[in-house]
């Protein structure tokens, strides 16, 4: 599979994002999908997940509450809701998928597919 993320972009602290994940290749119900970000001078770390159907979500504390992952398999897309923005979580923003199991990691060795990154910023 291959992933393209895209929807960053500048927004002052409080407002909303809507990242996108765009997968190509095998139907993406055949894989987990999470988002991980890394901040500036930071390790990557990992954000979300949703097992293969959406059904089974997961959040890193600091987002929970604010952040909502979502996806549409029939569109081959991933979502990731940001609302309630703060300036730490200033990052770029990367999907990643894993072949469908009982898994869900919260490791970047978790994941066998990466997309690119796409650049949040939020002003104080």
């Known amino acids: 599979v291959q992933l393209q993320a895209s929807g960053g972009g500048l927004v002052q602290a409080g407002g909303s994002l809507r990242l996108s994940c765009a997968a190509t290749?095998?139907?993406?119900?055949?894989?987990?999908m999470s988002w991980f970000r890394r901040a500036p001078g930071k390790e990557r770390e990992f954000v979300a997940a949703?097992?293969?159907?959406?059904?089974?979500?997961y959040y890193v504390d600091s987002v929970k509450g604010r952040f909502t992952i979502s996806r549409d398999n029939a569109k081959k897309m991933v979502y990731l809701q940001m609302n309630s923005l703060k300036p730490e979580d200033t990052a770029v923003y990367f999907c990643?998928?894993?072949?469908?199991?009982?898994?869900?990691?919260?490791?970047?060795?978790?994941?066998?597919?990466w997309g690119q990154g796409t650049l949040v910023t939020v002003s104080s």
């Open positions: 290749g095998r139907a993406l119900s055949s894989y987990s």
């Open positions: 990643a998928a894993r072949s469908a199991d009982s898994m869900l990691p919260r490791d970047v060795k978790g994941y066998e597919y």
């Open positions: 949703s097992d293969w159907s959406g059904s089974v979500t």
